[in-house]
């Protein structure tokens, strides 16, 4: 019995690895997605839009139509709100910690034309702008490098832009800037962009136990 119980010591052995997830590179924006998804639609419509019919890129910017400025075209953000269809309940694991999932959304553009044309050529100027714009975000409704930018590129994430259908009731409720005579404008859908939390919580360790058995007298584990 001791002779059995010292050969099996000495063949037997235990290995115990810490195994902790990899940091690698987080497929989540940080707080700064809102302002990126703006300045992704800048680079897009200004690349695209520009010298026809607009003819320099720095007549497109984010603005209110009631502050527009100079500008020929304004993007507005309208509202924002949670994006339940793109809502993750997992938790992230990430350098031995578990963080919190992310805050999905989804962003609302208020697109305007702004000719600085005569009265009569003023219209017509306008809705050319407009067209352009909506075959420029049907043909990217998915965007993608390289338009993307700042943590919006670095995550790999896909934007998907979609036109809201609305009666010309809803764009006047949605239309609020003072005394300012409505315009006809074009409404987009932007997203969903995911913000990462900055809440975690220590994760648990995963263990793996390797065992080796070994016969005295025999070369090669089985």
Known sequence: MNL??????????????????????SSIGSYTAIAEVGASLLKL?????????????DLIGLASPADKGDLSLSLYLVGVRESGDARRNAM????????????????????TAHSAAEPLARTLDEHLMLGKVMQTLYDNAVLRAPY??????????????????????????????????YKLSLVYRVGPILLESTRVKPGPRVVERRITLRDIGEGEPR
Do not use: H
């Not at 992230?92 to 697109?111: C, E, K």
């Open 4 to 25: 059995l119980a010292k050969n099996v010591a000495i063949c037997f052995s235990a290995k115990v690895i810490i195994l902790t997830p990899s940091r690698g590179v």
């Open 45 to 57: 419509l200004r690349e695209q839009l520009s010298p026809d019919p607009i003819a320099r890129p």
């Open 92 to 111: 992230q694991a990430q350098g031995g910690q578990l963080r919190y999932p992310p805050l999905a959304l989804d962003l609302t553009y208020l697109v």
């Open 148 to 181: 993307l930018e700042g943590s919006l590129a670095m995550s790999g994430e896909e934007l998907r832009i979609t036109a809201e259908n609305m009666d010309t009731d809803q764009l006047v409720r949605l239309w609020q800037f003072g005394d300012l005579p």
